[in-house]
């Protein structure tokens, strides 16, 4: 992946408000990291753990992350935005970032709160929700025994108006907005104080603590239907609070792990990221297992084709195999195939049918031949795995052996193909038995008949 700072964009809110956001990484699955609080995206870039845990995460996921509105590089805030705001900021981010199905990061009452609400509102755009220092609500409350008294935040405000961005308070900022690893490390504690001098004023950070103070997702949980790990807070209640949370929603789960740091980049890396990628990996594993459908898959080749290119020229060739190209999503069209790609020379594509796939495949050989051109084809029904725009699976395997098999013009078939299209008028030869490069076992293949 790249390095050193990310560029910074601008995602524009829906009342005009730019927020500002990076985006980093090497994976293709997107991960949105939204933070407690206050943020500053090139400050954070500064500190080492940090930076350090991000191109860890940067290695395997497509990354963005932002400054919330009023804090960092975003705007500022004129008139305190309500909840409903914040959390429709993320999706401008995601918007602007062209993030169409996302892993919600989000951190503690504030980011994985907009997080959660988020995840309810628009579960066809979140891949997985992990609720890192999760907690419902900041406030104290009858029903909600983990939350900080009146008087503590009180207090908390009072400290914040005295001790805002104090270098020589680093040490007490850190551990307690941060947890305790890094509290004794002067050059932490210098970072911290410009960061949060950065991040917010004084003023902004007190005002924007009330709006999250009044935050209650509580009743949000239970619409949560995606993919949920619940992390515990740092605080030593953490466990209870997260297990709670964890109980009110649909299938989630509270991670063993209890983090001594509150973000996910200071404290044990090496923890935090494995319980990260332990929980993302089983989503995955789940989801192969629940995009797999029955599909007839058809591969085409032109035969002979290098010789062919080699004969016309470049220019001739390309022009060529686009009319090839052309004739062949008509026939798709018409049979009602998916194309997934072209092979440089030929063709995948999926069908609900196999009758309609092996006809498609015989319209496909004889329509190429007004070109100069013959092919050979390859068809086999199996469960496939869907990968985005791309298809995968032992049966993509088992098609494209069987084609390469085929002679020119002939359309070629697994035995599971013929079985399935008994009745539909078509005609099979047999072919004997085959070992298909990589696929256990033998297999019968049978020719179309024309």
């Known amino acids: 992946m790249e390095t050193g700072i990310p560029k910074t964009r601008y995602a524009k809110a829906a009342d005009g408000t730019h927020l500002a956001y990076q985006v980093f990484g090497a994976g293709e699955q997107d991960v949105l990291y939204v933070s407690a609080g206050e943020s500053h995206l090139d400050v954070l870039w500064e500190f080492s753990p940090y930076v350090r845990f991000m191109r860890r995460l940067g290695g395997r996921y497509r990354v963005i992350t932002f400054d919330k509105r009023g804090t960092g590089l975003s705007d500022r805030i004129v008139q305190l935005p309500d909840f409903e705001t914040l959390m429709g900021d993320v999706r401008a981010v995601l918007d602007a970032a062209g993030s169409q199905r996302t892993i919600l990061l989000g951190l503690g009452p504030t980011g994985g709160a907009a997080c959660a609400v988020f995840a309810a509102s628009f579960p066809e755009r979140t891949y997985a929700f992990v609720w890192w220092g999760a907690a419902a609500r900041w406030a104290w409350a009858p029903d909600y025994p983990w939350g900080a008294r009146d008087e503590d935040l009180a207090k908390e405000e009072q400290w914040y108006e005295e001790n805002w961005g104090d270098d020589e308070k680093g040490g007490e900022l850190l551990r307690g907005f941060a947890g305790p690893s890094s509290a004794d490390d002067p050059e932490a504690q210098r970072w911290f104080a410009k960061f949060l001098r950065y991040a917010a004023g004084p003023g902004d950070q007190v005002r924007l603590d009330r709006l999250w103070n009044a935050v209650d997702v509580r009743g949000v949980l239970p619409a949560i239907h995606v993919p949920t790990l619940c992390v515990p807070s740092m605080d030593s209640d953490g466990p209870e609070e997260a297990t709670w949370i964890a109980e009110q929603i649909p299938g989630?789960?509270?991670?063993?792990?209890?983090?001594?740091?509150?973000?996910?980049?200071?404290?044990?890396?090496?923890?935090?990221?494995?319980?990260?990628?332990?929980?993302?990996?089983?989503?995955?594993?789940?989801?192969?297992?629940?995009?797999?459908?029955?599909?007839?898959?058809?591969?085409?080749?032109?035969?002979?084709?290098?010789?062919?290119?080699?004969?016309?020229?470049?220019?001739?060739?390309?022009?060529?195999?686009?009319?090839?190209?052309?004739?062949?999503?008509?026939?798709?069209?018409?049979?009602?195939?998916?194309?997934?790609?072209?092979?440089?020379?030929?063709?995948?594509?999926?069908?609900?049918?196999?009758?309609?796939?092996?006809?498609?495949?015989?319209?496909?050989?004889?329509?190429?031949?007004?070109?100069?051109?013959?092919?050979?084809?390859?068809?086999?029904?199996?469960?496939?795995?869907?990968?985005?725009?791309?298809?995968?699976?032992?049966?993509?395997?088992?098609?494209?052996?069987?084609?390469?098999?085929?002679?020119?013009?002939?359309?070629?078939?697994?035995?599971?193909?013929?079985?399935?299209?008994?009745?539909?008028?078509l005609q099979f030869c047999e072919r004997g038995e085959h070992e298909l490069k990589g696929v256990p076992g033998s297999w019968h293949l049978y020719a179309v008949a024309a």
Not at 361 to 388: D, P, S, Y
């Open 252 to 425: 989630a789960v509270r991670a063993a792990l209890h983090p001594t740091d509150y973000p996910p980049w200071l404290g044990d890396q090496e923890a935090n990221l494995s319980a990260l990628d332990s929980f993302l990996d089983s989503v995955q594993r789940e989801e192969r297992v629940f995009d797999r459908v029955l599909a007839t898959v058809l591969f085409t080749d032109v035969v002979g084709s290098t010789d062919r290119a080699a004969a016309v020229g470049d220019q001739a060739w390309q022009e060529l195999i686009g009319r090839h190209n052309a004739i062949i999503r008509g026939l798709l069209a018409r049979y009602r195939g998916s194309e997934v790609k072209t092979t440089g020379d030929g063709v995948l594509a999926t069908f609900d049918g196999p009758a309609r796939a092996v006809k498609c495949a015989q319209g496909i050989c004889e329509a190429v031949k007004a070109l100069g051109l013959e092919v050979r084809a390859g068809c086999h029904t199996g469960e496939i795995e869907l990968l985005g725009a791309d298809v995968g699976g032992v049966a993509v395997h088992i098609a494209a052996r069987v084609a390469a098999l085929a002679d020119a013009s002939e359309v070629l078939v697994s035995s599971t193909v013929k079985d399935l299209v008994a009745g539909s008028g």
